[in-house]
C-alpha cells in the first residue's frame, strides 16, 4: 500500500495542531504548509475541498539519509496531508518506504522504515 491514512473526530485546524505537537515530540518540524483550497481559489479556479499539505522534517535524519544517498532528497520533505472527506478529517501521508523502494538501495529502505514507523506514530498520536 503506497499510504497510510486515518480517521479523527477533529476539526481540520484541531488535527493541524495535534499533529504539529505530535511531530515535534519526534523530533519533526512543520517547514511548510500549502493550503490546497485558497491557493486554487486564489488563481480563480472552482475548487471546495479542504485540503492541507504539511512538508514535514527532521533536520538530523534529513542529514542522515542525504549523506547515505542524495537521490533521497527528490522525497524530502515528507508530506503529511490534512483533508476533509464527506464530513471527516483525515490525516495520511505516502509511505516512505513506498517512495525510497524507487532508489533499488537496501539502506535507505531501513531509513525510511524508521521514518515512516515514527511518522505513523505521531498520525495515531494526532488522531
Given at each position: 500500500m503506497f499510504d497510510y491514512t486515518v480517521a479523527t473526530d477533529k476539526s481540520m485546524n484541531d488535527a493541524i495542531e495535534s499533529i504539529k505537537e505530535s511531530l515535534e515530540d519526534e523530533g519533526f518540524g512543520i517547514?511548510?504548509?500549502f493550503d490546497m483550497k485558497e491557493?486554487?481559489?486564489e488563481k480563480e479556479l472552482e475548487f471546495q475541498?479542504?485540503?492541507r499539505v504539511l512538508e514535514v522534517c527532521n533536520p538530523q535524519e534529513a542529514q542522515r539519509v542525504?549523506?547515505?544517498n542524495q537521490m533521497?532528497?527528490?522525497f524530502l520533505p515528507c508530506k503529511i496531508v490534512v483533508y476533509e472527506d464527506n464530513g471527516q478529517t483525515?490525516?495520511?501521508m505516502p509511505k516512505p518506504t513506498a517512495l525510497i523502494s524507487l532508489l533499488n538501495d537496501d539502506n535507505m529502505k531501513l531509513f525510511?522504515?524508521?521514518i515512516e514507523d515514527r511518522l505513523?506514530?505521531?498520525i495515531d498520536k494526532s488522531k
Open positions: 517547514l511548510w504548509m491557493k486554487l481559489q475541498k479542504e485540503l542525504l549523506n547515505e533521497a532528497g527528490y483525515k490525516i495520511g525510511a522504515k524508521d505513523i506514530s505521531c
